[in-house]
C-alpha cells in the first residue's frame, strides 16, 4: 500500500492545480461505528461499519492575502466486510465561488475517489468498491449563504451530471490497470438512454483517451462484480432491499422506504400482538413482512421507471444517478478489526459539531464574510483537538456556558426516511474499540497540511465556433501610388 494517508494524498493532487497560490486542508475521518441502516429491509441484515469523512479547503493567493474556504465535501464510508465491498457515498460537494481560476475543486474531488479506488491506497479490507452519487444542482450545499456572492456561479443541472460524469471517468481510466474488472453506470430519471446521451453529449463529449464504456441503467442484474449486501438464504425473504443502499439525503432511498412501509398494515392492524423483545432468539415473522412491503413485488427496472415520477427528479431539473464499481482480486493488507480505530481518525462527535457549525453558524455571502468564517472554523477544528470532545453537556458553577450558534437558513434537502418504530433494531453488541481521543498531534499529522503551488498559468482557449477554431484574417489596405 502506498504509505500516504488520505490528507496527504489530496495534497498530492492539489499540487497540479494551475497557477499560483497556497491551499490549506483540513480532513476529519471518524473512527469506524456500527451501522444497520445500510440495507434496513434485507433479511437477514448484513454488517456493515460507518466512518464520517469531511474535507474543507482554504486558499491564500499570496501570502499577505487572508485565507479564505473555498471547496468542502461531505462523504460516507461503508465497509460490508461479509461481501468485502465497501460503498463510498459522496453526500454533498459546494465551493463558496471565492477561489481563483481555475477552481481546485475538481482536483479535490478526483483525488478522494481515486484514494479509495485504487487498491494500492484503499485505507478498507475490501476487493470491491462502490461509488454512488446523486447530482443535483442547487446554489449552495454546505456554505451558507454562499448563493449570495456574485463571483460563485454553480453548474446548471444539465453541466453537473456531465461534470460527474467526466470526473467518474478519469478515476476509473486512473485505476484500470490496477484492478481487474470496473464497471459504470448512470441513470437521469424521466430520460431514455438516446435522450440521456444526447443531453450530456454537448458539455461532455467522450475523452479519445478513455477506454470505459457507461452503461445506460443500474447494475443489480450484472454478476461480475458482487454486490455488497450478500444475498437471502433463501428467495422467500428476497426483496428489493437487498440490492438498493439506504443513504441519508437521498430520494431513492425515501421512495424505497416509502414502498417498504405498507400504508394499510399501519392505518389498522388487525389485532395488537404480544410484544417480542429485540434481543429474542425468535424471529418476529410478522414484523419482517411488514418491513419488506411491496419491495418483494417491485422489480429493479419497475424501480427506476417509477423513479422518474418522483418529486425530485421532476421538478423540471435534470437529476442524476451514478454508480462506479472497481473490482480486484486482491484487498488492501489490513489485519486489525474493521471497527479498530486508525492513526489520524476522530470521533464522530467531533466530525459531526463541526459540520453543524459550518452549516448553522457561519455565512459566506461577501468576501470578509467568508475570511470571519474561515478563522472560526479552522480556529474550531484546531481548539477541538487540542481538548478533547465529550459527550457531556453538563457545565459547571465556574464554567462559562458555550454560546449557541446562530442560526441560518437550511439548504434544501430531501426530507427524512419515514419508518415505523421497531424497523431500526439496535446494534447487538457496543464497540468494543474507546473513541479515539483528540490531539494536537493527530491535528498536525493528520487533519491539517497545507501546500504551495507553482505551476503554470491556464491558457487561455482560443476563440471558437462550436468545436472548430476560428482564424481571424486581418484586410492589409492596398497602398496609393505615389504622386
Not at 276 to 282: A, P, R, T, Y
Not at 405 to 420: F, I, N, V, Y
Amino acid at each position: 500500500m502506498d504509505g500516504l494517508n488520505l490528507r496527504d494524498f489530496l495534497l498530492k493532487g492539489l499540487s497540479g492545480v494551475p497557477g499560483t497560490r497556497e491551499f490549506f486542508i483540513h480532513v476529519l475521518v471518524s473512527s469506524p461505528r456500527k451501522f444497520n441502516g445500510l440495507f434496513p429491509f434485507a433479511r437477514p441484515r448484513p454488517r456493515a461499519y460507518l466512518q464520517d469523512i469531511l474535507v474543507l479547503l482554504s486558499e491564500q493567493a499570496t501570502p499577505e492575502s487572508p485565507r479564505i474556504l473555498v471547496t468542502a465535501i461531505e462523504a460516507s464510508v461503508y465497509n460490508i466486510p461479509t461481501t468485502s465491498c465497501a460503498i463510498l457515498y459522496i453526500s454533498k460537494v459546494d465551493s463558496t465561488g471565492q477561489a481563483a481560476s481555475p477552481s481546485p475543486t475538481p482536483f479535490l474531488v478526483r483525488s478522494l475517489l481515486s484514494y479509495y479506488a485504487d487498491p494500492e491506497t484503499r485505507p478498507i479490507s475490501a476487493s470491491h468498491l462502490w461509488i454512488h452519487l446523486f447530482a443535483r444542482a442547487q446554489s449552495q450545499y454546505l456554505f451558507p449563504n454562499s448563493a449570495d456572492f456574485s463571483g460563485k456561479r454553480p453548474l446548471s443541472d444539465v453541466k453537473l451530471c456531465a461534470w460527474w460524469k467526466r470526473v467518474l471517468t478519469e478515476v476509473v481510466d486512473g485505476v484500470k490497470k490496477r484492478t481487474d474488472s470496473t464497471k459504470l453506470y448512470y441513470v437521469l430519471p424521466g430520460y431514455t438512454q438516446l435522450e440521456a446521451e444526447q443531453a450530456l453529449m454537448p458539455v461532455s463529449p467522450p475523452t479519445s483517451a478513455s477506454t470505459s464504456t457507461w452503461n445506460y441503467g443500474h447494475p443489480y442484474t450484472q454478476t461480475e462484480i458482487p454486490l455488497p449486501c450478500p444475498p437471502p438464504p433463501d428467495k422467500t425473504t428476497h426483496n428489493l432491499g437487498h440490492y438498493i443502499p439506504t443513504f441519508d439525503d437521498d430520494p431513492k432511498s425515501r421512495f424505497m422506504d416509502e414502498i417498504g412501509c405498507d400504508e394499510e398494515v399501519i392505518r389498522s392492524p388487525p389485532k395488537k400482538r404480544a410484544r417480542i423483545s429485540v434481543e429474542s432468539d425468535v424471529p418476529n415473522k410478522v414484523t419482517e413482512k411488514e418491513v419488506s412491503g411491496e419491495l418483494a413485488k417491485v422489480s429493479s427496472d419497475d424501480f427506476w421507471e417509477r423513479m422518474s415520477f418522483r418529486q425530485e427528479c421532476v421538478a423540471g431539473a435534470v437529476t442524476g444517478f451514478f454508480i462506479a464499481a472497481i473490482s480486484c482480486s486482491s484487498k488492501p493488507e489490513i489485519s486489525q478489526s474493521p471497527l479498530a480505530p486508525s492513526p489520524g481518525q476522530v470521533s464522530s462527535q467531533l466530525n459531526k459539531r463541526i459540520l453543524t457549525s459550518l452549516m448553522t453558524g457561519l455565512e459566506f455571502s461577501t468576501v470578509e464574510r467568508a475570511i470571519k468564517a474561515t478563522e472560526s472554523l479552522e480556529g474550531s477544528i484546531k481548539g477541538l483537538c487540542e481538548r478533547p470532545v465529550t459527550t457531556s453537556r453538563i457545565v459547571s458553577d465556574r464554567q462559562t456556558p458555550e454560546p449557541e450558534p446562530r442560526m441560518l437558513l437550511a439548504p434544501p434537502s430531501t426530507p427524512p426516511p419515514r419508518r415505523r418504530p421497531g424497523s431500526n433494531l439496535p446494534d447487538i453488541s457496543p464497540n468494543p474499540f474507546p473513541e479515539p481521543v483528540n490531539s494536537l498531534e493527530t491535528f498536525e499529522s493528520h487533519i491539517y497540511g497545507s501546500i504551495r503551488v507553482k505551476n503554470a498559468a491556464q491558457a487561455k482557449p482560443l476563440a471558437t465556433a462550436g468545436n472548430t477554431p476560428v482564424t481571424v484574417l486581418a484586410v492589409r489596405k492596398k497602398k496609393k501610388p505615389g504622386a
